[in-house]
């Protein structure tokens, strides 16, 4: 994958307004995990989304909604514990109509009721996918969910909700993680970003990107939920789901990079990651 080639696809006309560039849907955040949310969708605002907007349980509504006045904020029906309820389910298929891209799964929990709400969003909707998290946990024992999403999804598992999900052993061998993560791809239809040191990008057509951006500093809360709204907002920009996971973990892991240049390794936060998206973005795509 050319990353600068991708990168150019970007450049916007004198004349574009925000509706050229992606509506963007984002189902996150719970009780005790509003941040989840923030995070996804200030990074799908950095990576040039034209709108975004966030369903969070309405138990948890004015923590998010005072925080950001950037992001569109939908209230939805919470279960007793602050998370999603079933009961928000055609309201979030209204929704979806009007949407570009969904985004679903950083902190929405692994309450039952909840996951349940996962797949059934996942099971109904036509629109292009990015599955992270609780999302990917309600996966597991119902890769049927995954299939009916065929051609429409990217997978953004760690190691752990990747084995989680679809079983088997993983470690550290880059043989064995490409390996794994192709087989995945190809047999799901999806496009699998499986995080780590050099995150492998698998696509069902067989193709496969090593990134080579990122440090060990990034290996904190939230880095992945910056990740999850970085590839919808370039989804939402009209590149291919393949070429938004590669240019989003290029992008990402640079402005991690960048990141630990100036706060180190050991002190750097998803948020950091968050404020030098502009500076890596300026990088690949010259104002």
């Given at each position: 994958m050319n990353i600068q080639s991708v990168?150019?696809?970007l450049k916007r006309s004198p004349t574009a307004h925000k509706g050229n560039f992606g509506r963007i849907f984002i189902l996150a955040g719970s009780r005790g995990m509003t941040g989840?949310?923030?995070l996804a969708g200030m990074a799908a605002l950095r990576s040039g989304a034209g709108l975004v907007t966030i369903g969070i349980p309405d138990a948890v509504y004015l923590v998010i909604a005072r925080r950001?006045?950037?992001?569109?904020?939908?209230?939805?029906p919470s279960t007793k514990k602050g998370t999603l309820s079933l009961k928000g389910f055609p309201e979030i298929q209204r929704f979806c109509a009007t949407q570009n891209v969904?985004?679903?799964g950083p902190g929405l929990s692994q309450h039952s009721t909840t996951q349940k709400l996962i797949r059934k969003v996942l099971q109904t909707t036509?629109?292009?996918l990015v599955i992270d998290a609780d999302g990917l946990n309600a996966l597991k024992g119902h890769l049927k969910v995954l299939d009916a999403c065929r051609g429409r999804a990217v997978l953004t598992p760690h190691p752990g909700e990747f084995v989680r999900v679809f079983g088997g052993k993983l470690d550290d061998s880059n043989v064995l993680r490409k390996k794994r993560a192709l087989d995945a791809a190809q047999k799901h239809g999806a496009v699998i970003v499986l995080k780590g040191h050099r995150t492998v990008i698998a696509a069902p057509s067989g193709d496969c990107h090593i990134n080579t951006t990122g440090n060990p500093g990034m290996a904190t809360?939230?880095?992945?939920?910056?990740l999850t709204g970085m590839i919808a907002a370039l989804m939402g920009q009209g590149l291919t789901h393949f070429e938004a996971a590669c240019l989003g973990g290029h992008v990402h892991g640079l402005a991690g990079d960048m990141a630990a240049e100036k706060v180190g390794q050991i002190s750097l936060t998803a948020g950091d990651i968050l404020r030098f998206l502009p500076d890596a973005f300026k990088t690949v795509i010259p104002v």
């Open positions: 990168a150019k696809k989840a949310a923030h950001e006045s950037e992001l569109m904020i939908r209230p939805l969904l985004a679903i036509e629109l292009p809360a939230g880095s992945g939920d910056v």
